[in-house]
T-cell receptor, first 115, second 115 residues
Framework: AQSVTQLDSQVPVFEEAPVELRCNYS??????LFWYVQYPNQGLQLLLK??????LVKGINGFEAEFNKSQTSFHLRKPSVHISDTAEYFC?????????????FGKGTRLSVIA | DAGVIQSPRHEVTEMGQEVTLRCKPI?????LFWYRQTMMRGLELLIY????????DSGMPEDRFSAKMPNASFSTLKIQPSEPRDSAVYFC?????????????FGEGSWLTVV
């Protein structure tokens, strides 16, 4: 069975500083990896996803993530954050084989950007 | 595209009452998921459907919970009788096709408070 661990429940960072949100997964098979963002009082929306190919994935709003198979990680990064990036970020995993398998989410990391 | 539409957005009900949450998926999406979000447990998958057929309901917490998808345009999640511990945000999400790499689109959630 798959699982996702987001190592930090809260990350405060000053505006225009870089940020990294950490995600590790466990799975006995190949995986697809996702980052979703949830703004206050809203549903989740996709930031980026890794399916195959280049291990560096670029997403919306200047975010990127790097898939590291040996370390089973998929950390999310942004070189310079804005106040508007304040939100909850979820890492998720699914299996590419055996048809449709639902996403398994981590518990989320709350990013707070400080002016 | 109107996105995934959930109703009601907010509901406050008394313990023991029946609660029905509704979801209209994005047109053409074949898979539908119901998730529950709480501070303690994060995002939990309750049940999902492919082409209107329930595939896995192992996440449904108790017999008090039931879900239906009578057609491709509508799904309900029912709690009867409701209890205070059911207080949470319930998300409906849909996905085009049944390939695990497809993006899942979330509704804005139904915020349930049981008093």
């Amino acid at each position: 069975a798959q699982s996702v661990t987001q190592l930090d429940s809260q990350v405060p960072v000053f505006e225009e500083a870089p940020v990294e949100l950490r995600c590790n997964y466990s799975s006995s098979v190949s995986v697809y990896l996702f980052w979703y963002v949830q703004y206050p009082n809203q549903g989740l929306q996709l930031l980026l996803k890794y399916l195959s190919g280049s291990t560096l994935v670029k997403g919306i709003n200047g975010f990127e993530a790097e898939f590291n198979k040996s370390q089973t990680s998929f950390h999310l990064r942004k070189p310079s954050v804005h106040i508007s990036d304040t939100a909850e970020y979820f890492c998720a995993v699914s299996e590419p084989f055996g048809g449709n398998t639902p996403l398994v989410f981590g518990k989320g990391t709350r990013l707070s950007v400080i002016a | 595209d109107a996105g995934v539409i959930q109703s009601p957005r907010h509901e406050v009900t008394e313990m023991g009452q029946e609660v029905t949450l509704r979801c209209k998926p994005i047109s053409g999406h074949n898979s539908l998921f119901w998730y529950r979000q709480t501070m303690m447990r994060g995002l939990e998958l309750l049940i999902y459907f492919n082409n209107n057929v329930p595939i896995d309901d192992s996440g449904m917490p108790e017999d008090r919970f039931s879900a239906k998808m009578p057609n491709a345009s509508f799904s309900t999640l029912k709690i009867q009788p409701s209890e205070p511990r059911d207080s949470a945000v319930y998300f409906c999400a849909t996905q085009p096709g049944t390939w695990a790499g497809n993006t899942i689109y979330f509704g804005e959630g139904s915020w349930l408070t049981v008093v």
